[in-house]
């Protein structure tokens, strides 16, 4: 099945995942988790990204994140892309340092606010960097340390998540950590780092449940949260689309991105919508047709009326695109 659009909700909470590509490193020492951690902080006060949990690991990170005015998208590009090209520099490498689409969930947020924040901060003790939860509190490479007061990071939110658990700072720290400490044997939960119906609904034991009661349930894959929630954000996400094309700036963002990856490839912008099979028309239509949905936010259908081709034809280049990249 084709990568979905992103969703961009501004204001949404979202569990970040980001991955080294081919499952390798991020960070070799303290002075890349600097880096990492210094221009995180930096474009979140900029773009007015809140910041709940965080944790750098060597390979991969997660972040806890409430969207700025301006969405998710552009903060990821500018966080992601800054810190790969100090990456590839300082080491001298080349090529990709991330995987191609990091990993975002809307989630939602009462039902699991808490629970992403354990399970984030606890990464560092789960994959061995720490030894105990005594030396979580100090280790300055996660928001634990945050919370707890060991050390101060201005862009994290500390005031906000600490009110989830107590109405002062003593009985809020306190209470925090004794809920974290009593995650620590869950392990790694699969059902906080994905979207959909079965992780939603807490597994397939519930899932069949509501099946045989005949109980029908909205759900998607990019968000973690129950029906009516499902239904609100998609609905919203629909409505910011419309009025973004309805305003002439989204189309006309599409048509001068797509007239300049024509003319750099030499390759008439009638002859693309035409619908044409040369090779070097079908290598550009596929091009577009990632940017379009996975980067712009296009359904299937309007990239396809973008493009001179069916919203099938969209999807089948979208599939086949998923399984190069997985080649």
Known sequence: MPRQARLDVPGTLHHVIIRGIEKRKIVDDDR????FVSRLG???????????????MNNHAHILLRSGPAGLPGFMKRFLTGYAIYYNQRHQRHGHLFQNRYKSIICEEDPYFQELVRYIHLNPLRGKLVESLASLDRYVWCGHSVLMGRIKREFQDRDYVLKWFGTTEGDAKRAYRKFVKSGIGQGRRSDLTGGGLMRSQGGWAAVNAMRRSGVREKSDERILGGGEFVSQLIEQSDEIRKEQFLDGKGLQHI???IEE????????????????????VSKIRSRLVGKLVEECGLSLTEAGRQLGVSASAVAITLRRRDEQKRS
């Open 32 to 35: 890349d988790r600097l880096e």
């Open 42 to 56: 930096k474009i979140a006060t900029e773009t007015n990204t809140s910041i709940y949990a965080w944790a750098v």
């Open 255 to 257: 048509s001068h991105l």
């Open 261 to 280: 990856i024509c003319a750099k490839e030499g390759v008439s912008v009638e002859a693309l919508k035409a619908g044409s099979r040369r090779r070097e």
